[in-house]
């Protein structure tokens, strides 16, 4: 019983010791993060990968906030969930020009393209519009849900799983040509071309 008592008694120092630990691991990654949310890292700063307990890292905030370097090249850094830096940053549309990794995919097979497309945050003249998730849905899918697809736009017949193009979810959302009536002519006039 002593013995058990010991123990136990160590074991409770130990794990009250982690928790100190990990509540100031915790409390210097915040300072951290708002020095990133507010632009204040040092110029030469490469500890990007420092991370929370989800595994949100400093250039995830530094995404969201536009504060991440111009020469930034780690976009791959992932959290818990798989979204990496470069999803935080097609969230605000602050993808750097000449950006190429949009099937960098999170956990669930959402794209970075996915994550701009749903945004609005395409760059003009965007065209990897059949990237798709785990359930087949396109970043034309998701672009079509959210506004009208640009005037070059030819793939209206891209399905997902489930067998709905991408004409069916423009005219679901309102989002079809004005010049289209409805979905199925739409899909007859991008069959005949």
Known sequence: MVADSRFRDIVEKNVSTLLDAQKTVDECFSRLKRLTLDGKLPPDFQNWDLSDGRGMTLAHAAAFSGNLPPEFERWELADSEGRTVAHAAAMEGRLPDGFDLWDLADHRGMSVAHVAAAYGKLPPGFSRWEISDME?????????????????????????????????????????????????????FTLLQ
């Open 136 to 188: 087949g849905v396109t970043v034309a899918h998701i672009a079509a849900m959210e506004a009208p697809m640009p005037e070059c736009f030819n793939l209206w017949g891209l399905t997902d799983k489930s067998g709905r193009t991408v004409a069916e979810t423009a005219s679901a959302n309102g989002n079809l040509p004005e010049d289209v009536a409805d979905w199925h002519e739409l899909l007859k």
